[in-house]
């Protein structure tokens, strides 16, 4: 083991919000790479997710991690960092 | 006795890979019932048969590729397995595409092209041969969205999320309703002659993940309620990108509809999809500014196009269709 590179600091545990939003994904958009995906990207367009893939992905969302989304707050969640902080978020 | 063909599933495909038999020798068949799977430009598709029956005989290996029209199994019809009489005529058909393979459509190479280059290809026949032969005609209006808008954000807001309902869904099923006083945009043409399809079945176009897209049929889209509707949508958008349509679904389309949604460019004017005579267009719904009373609001609005075949339709009875469409969304508790 080498120490002249602090172990690429390579992504922290992923926390079940970002786990299950893989999970969700890997269903709408096989091919897509989520530790390339910043957490403030905005996933319709870094995933190219129309409005039907998008509401499949809230719908799974909530489905996965038992957790009804309200119409006024869907609109938003449409990055990890929103998904984490909506989902992590006492209800 | 008949045979189950290859199937045609648009006009522009030539050629099919048999990837699985789903039904093996004595299996019962329903009508409806998936027979195998069958791997097109346009993804892997379940193939279902149209008559019940037994089936016989298979007559093509696993992985073969054939050109459309060619036979693939025998199946012995329902009716006549009391007392299986060997030399029965054959059984009406569900006519397996009058049109004779195409002529250089054999068996194809060991290594065919990637799947995105031949989605490539064969969009690139059909809207080749849709701009060669095909007079269109475009007409576009803009539609105020405010009352749709409104009345599906109060219904939203009472249910979770996995019932929601698109606006998508309301311009499919206006346009569906529409149809109905303007039949002749629900056509396709059969030999040189136009023929109307009743009820429509709407063909939504749908973008492919790595490129293309498919055109799926929502069979009878005008008497699916928004909910039915809705999720429909949901299945076959899933299905088309990541799992199978069925055959029906990709053939059975009689006008398409494209609808950009919430994304993307403010208008679109179509390429119709042979043998089709029409396809509607819906831009990205957003707010921009709409006059009313003499005052100028912000109003969410949608561009509805209409790309339409001037062989089988005039500008006059087009503009209606769009107007038709118009009204229907000022109502959308009707829909």
């Known amino acids: 083991m080498s120490d002249s590179e602090p172990a690429a600091e390579s992504a922290p545990a992923a926390s079940p919000v970002r786990r299950g939003i893989a999970k969700v994904l890997a269903g709408i958009a096989p091919e897509a790479d989520l530790t390339t995906v910043p957490p403030e990207a905005n996933l319709r367009q870094e995933l190219d997710l129309d409005s039907v893939d998008f509401q499949n992905f809230l719908s799974g969302l909530a489905k996965a991690l038992g957790r009804e989304i309200p119409a006024d707050v869907a609109g938003d969640l449409t990055t990890i960092a929103a998904c984490e902080r909506f989902f992590e978020k006492p209800a | ?335």
């Open chain 2, 1 to 335: 006795m008949s045979e189950f063909r290859m199937p045609s599933l648009g006009a522009d495909m030539e050629a099919g890979t048999l990837v699985a038999w789903q039904k093996a020798p004595g299996d019962r068949l329903a009508k409806g019932d998936t027979i195998a799977a069958v791997d097109t430009d346009k993804g892997v598709i379940d193939v279902e048969v149209f008559h019940p029956g037994i089936l016989e005989e298979l007559l093509v290996a696993e992985g073969t590729r054939v050109p459309v029209g060619t036979p693939l199994a025998r199946i012995r019809d329902i009716s006549s397995t009391a007392t299986p009489p060997p030399s029965q005529p054959a059984p009406e058909e569900p006519a397996p595409d009058e049109t004779t393979p195409p002529v250089g459509a054999g068996l194809q190479p060991a290594h065919p092209p990637s799947h995105a280059s031949r989605i490539r290809h064969s969009i690139a026949a059909a809207m080749a041969r849709s701009n060669r032969e095909i007079p269109h005609y475009f007409l576009w209006t803009t539609i105020d969205l405010a009352p749709a808008v409104r009345w599906l954000a109060a219904l939203n807001a009472e249910r979770p999320i996995d019932h929601r309902i698109l606006p998508g869904v309301l311009l499919l099923k206006a346009t569906a309703l529409a149809l109905g006083e303007f039949p002749e945009f629900s056509a396709v043409w059969e030999n040189d002659r136009l023929a109307i399809r009743r009820p429509a079945h709407v063909g939504q176009a749908i973008a492919l993940r790595g490129g293309g897209l498919v055109v799926a049929a929502l069979h009878d889209t005008a008497s699916l309620s928004l909910d039915d509707l809705m999720v429909r949508l949901r299945d076959l958008t899933g299905r088309a990108r990541t799992g199978r349509l069925k055959s029906g679904e990709l053939s059975d389309s009689t006008i398409t509809v494209t609808s950009l949604g919430d994304r993307g460019v403010e208008a679109v004017l179509g390429v119709i999809y042979p043998p089709q005579v029409a396809l509607v267009g819906f831009g990205r719904i957003a707010e921009r500014p709409w006059v009313s009373d003499g005052r100028v609001e912000a109003r969410p609005l949608v561009t509805a196009s209409l790309a339409a075949d001037h062989r089988a339709s005039d500008g006059h009875r087009g503009g209606l269709l769009l107007e038709a469409i118009d009204q229907l969304l000022q109502k959308p508790e009707d829909l």
